[in-house]
């Protein structure tokens, strides 16, 4: 168990993470690509374990014939909050929030969402409170696996990447996480499999967020 002082920053990603948004990932997707006029298949399996890639790559690997992605991507943030029921936090979220807090460890949000979509969804399950560092796309910024946002963060709340420890389900936040030289935690409840992510080498791997308390 490392000592509470070293790790004084932990940072998550959103999707699958924090909150379970399968479903309105998935959903928003399907009425985007129709209104698009796009009928091709989306199997559902196939776009699961695809989460956290970046639509351009989403759409490419799997044949979806997008040409302009900022014409998708607008639509989609249009419709987004439209399946937003269909999202929850995962249990116990909110309580290791609070144990962070009582520690005085700095968190953060690190998502390859759009900053305004991070921030919506961030407020609209009432989460900002507990966030010094809330991290979307922006321009001029490379997205995950690189290390750079990550490094971003840790600038502007003057922490150091060595006592930060990146949270997250995909290999994309463990390979950012590294990227930055801080210390990784694989999330094994979200949209990859065990040993998928065992296959990153993290730090450390929990099987619900709960189990943070034995990291920290």
Known sequence: MNDPLFLNHVCFDLDGTIIDSYNTIYKTTVKTLSILN??????ENDFYKRIGHHFIDIF?????????FEEFIGIYKDHYFDFIDESKIFDGVIEIFEYLK????LV???TTKMQSQADNIIDHFNLRKYFSFVMGRRDGIANKPSGEPLQFICNGLNAKAGNTLMV???ELDIRCGKNAGAKTCAALYGYRTKD???QENPDYSISTITELKNII
Not at 102 to 105: A, K, M, P, Q, V
């Open 38 to 43: 796009i009928h091709d298949p989306l199997p």
């Open 108 to 110: 953060s949000l690190l």
């Open 60 to 68: 490419h690997e799997m044949n979806i014939p997008v040409t302009d």
């Open 168 to 170: 997250g389900d995909t």
């Open 196 to 198: 998928a992510m065992e």
């Open 102 to 105: 009582r520690n005085n460890i």
